[in-house]
């Protein structure tokens, strides 16, 4: 079976929410098995701490569903293989993150103490002598 046809037959026979199943992609960018397009890399200076932070978030969740992070052109979780088991690995991951990212509450409470740890931790350097 070819991998547009696998990943169709599981979307048909699996419950995926829809934010996460018009992000998984047969065809990845460096490999031959699924990809699920976390995040676009933006070039925007405001965005750069929230790539930073999704892209730890995203490094995490790979390790814990045995998934690859590669963040070449797009940040974006790759399957080891193009079995079953790997789409339902890569989607599990999918839902994770984006219920992270889009709990805004938690989130935003997150970056805030980031942003007071980064503060404190340069505020000797930019205040020294």
Do not use: C, W
Not at 27 to 37: K, V
Not at 44 to 54: A, C, K, M, P, Q
Not at 64 to 80: C, P, R, V, W
């Amino acid at each position: 079976m070819k991998r547009l046809e696998i990943l169709n037959n599981y979307l048909a026979t699996h419950t995926v929410p829809e934010l996460v199943a018009k992000k998984l992609d047969a065809n990845s960018f460096l490999t031959n098995n699924f990809a699920y397009h976390a995040l676009r890399i933006g070039n925007s200076i405001g965005d750069n701490l929230d790539i930073s932070i999704e892209i730890i978030i995203l490094d995490e969740i790979a390790r814990k569903y045995n998934l690859i992070l590669n963040t070449t052109e797009h940040a974006e979780l790759h399957t080891q293989g193009i079995t079953e088991a790997d789409l339902d690995s890569l989607v599990q991951a999918a839902i994770l993150f984006e219920n992270i990212k889009n709990n805004k509450k938690q989130y935003k409470e997150i970056l805030r103490k980031i942003s007071y740890f980064i503060r404190k931790e340069f505020y000797p350097v930019i205040h020294q002598d």
